[in-house]
Every structure is written in C-alpha cells, then in structure tokens.
C-alpha cells in the first residue's frame, strides 16, 4: 500500500511532466524568439553605424531586394513600394539628388521583439541651396534571415516634401 506522501510525490511527479510537456515548446519558442531579436538588433546597429560612419551601402545591406516599404502618412510621398529598387528609385534617389551631402543618422535607438525591429533615428543634412535637412524617423521593420522584409516608415513628410519642392534636383529626373 501506498502512503500519502508516496502519492503525493507520484502525483507531482506526473503533474511536472504533464506542465513541462506543455510548456516546453513555448519556453523554447520564447528562447528562439529572444536569439532572434538579439540578431536583428545587432543587424540592423550595425548597418546604421556603418552608414553614420559614412559608409554607402545601408539600403543593400539592411534591405531584402523584395522589401515592401510603406511611407505613413498623406500626401505625393506617403505610400508603398514595393522592391528596394522602386524605393531607391522614388524616394531616396530624389531626395539624395537635393542635398549636398548624405543624410547622416546622428542618434538611433533600438527595440526588438523577435523578427520586428524598431528604429528611432534623427538624420541631420545639408541641402543643395544651403539649408539644413533634419528629420526623425520612426522604421518598424519586419527582418528575415538578416533583411528587412517588410518596412513601415514614419517620418516628418512636410520636411521631406519641402525639400523636393524647394530644391532643385542635382541630376535630370
């Protein structure tokens, strides 16, 4: 005959491995999750000091060619693009062809939750009539495999829309 106590074990025993069983998966999903994010955080630091450090190839290291970028907001420049050809080609292009040097990120932060990785980041720039360009940004990227693949971009558009209608384009539209 079984004691109480020798019960109690039995069923605690069994109780942990029936809690363990169901647990298990997600305490290790929840691992995954935090390797993850600790990989595109690093990702994507990486690529934003290179490019503060004056280095020219963010959009290809960050990007996946297939990206889905979407500006927030209203206005001509708010909306989707889809490739990172068709960004560079309706949106960075005009604006790098205004200014008289690259946008240069001067303060970033960054938060992570799995594949999603948010970036606050200040750029500071000249234009080519002399005036200062500074914008803020706000980028929820959706990483894979070390690329964004999906981006949804917030940024001060009066400022960016300023700028391309103020400045004229340093090379033929």
Not at 75 to 100: F, I, K
């Amino acid at each position: 005959m079984m004691s109480i106590s020798s019960r109690f074990r039995l069923t605690l025993v069994g109780w942990t491995v029936i809690a363990m069983t169901v647990l298990w998966p997600q305490m290790a999903t929840a691992s995954t999750n935090v390797e993850t994010a600790a990989r595109n955080k690093r990702v994507v630091i990486e690529a934003f000091d290179r490019w503060a450090a004056g280095g020219t190839t963010f959009f290809t290291d960050l990007l996946a060619p297939e990206v889905v970028w979407t500006v927030e907001g209203s206005g001509a420049n708010a909306g989707t693009h889809y490739g990172r050809d068709a960004l560079m080609d309706r949106a960075v292009r005009p604006l790098a062809a205004r200014l008289s040097e690259p946008i240069k990120p001067v303060s970033t932060r960054v938060w992570t939750d799995g594949d999603h990785v948010i970036v606050n980041w200040d750029g500071v720039a000249r234009a080519r009539d002399g005036l200062a360009y500074t914008n803020r940004y706000v980028w929820i990227m959706r990483m894979q495999d070390g690329k964004a693949i999906e981006v949804n971009a917030f940024l001060d558009l009066a400022r960016f829309d300023d700028v391309l209608r103020r400045v004229p384009s340093a090379t033929p539209q």
